[in-house]
């Protein structure tokens, strides 16, 4: 068994991943006269020729550390955003692509308020919301060709 430590999401370390969606920092503008500050365009989403937007309701399960992660997936025909529609942190577990297998993983705990958009192709675990409901909302792609590979880990990893 192989033993990974999740570490706090930032967009610094997320970033070959995907974005990290939050309204830290000052907003872009101030809309709504003045009282709704507008965190502008922060995401990177990508369908794909084919493909359409589609915003699905996700309820996940809740899951608990020490988290055995055995599989990985990605889609390579587009990115996949997942915004919590609670404030409870969730886990998010990525890895590099190393010649069309992932490398190593990296697992990343989100800050309450926080959710992210994996780009196109990015190996990632599955949804893991650590408390109840795990209600999230997803913008994903919609379209006629497949979109999901998995890989199995020979030797699983132990998250916590």
């Known amino acids: 068994?192989?033993?990974?430590?999740?570490q706090p999401l930032t967009a610094l370390a997320f970033a070959p991943f995907g974005d990290v969606l939050d309204a830290s920092g000052a907003p872009d503008r101030l809309i709504n006269q003045g009282l709704c500050g507008r965190h502008h365009d922060r995401a990177k989403l990508d369908f794909g020729p084919e493909g359409r937007a589609g915003i699905s309701i996700f309820k996940a399960e809740p899951r608990r550390l020490p988290y055995l992660l055995e599989m990985v997936e990605r889609h390579p025909e587009g990115s996949q955003a997942f915004l919590?529609?609670?404030e409870h942190p969730f886990l998010v577990i990525v890895a590099p692509d190393e010649g069309g297998v992932p490398g190593r993983p990296l697992a990343f705990l989100t800050a309450p308020g926080q959710g992210v958009n994996l780009h196109r192709g990015t190996w990632h675990g599955v949804l893991t919301p650590l408390q109840a409901p795990g209600l999230f909302a997803v913008v994903d792609r919609i379209g006629p060709t497949p979109n999901l590979e998995e890989h199995w880990f020979p030797e699983p990893f132990s998250i916590g």
């Open 84 to 86: 919590p529609m609670t």
């Open 1 to 6: 068994m192989q033993f990974l430590s999740p």
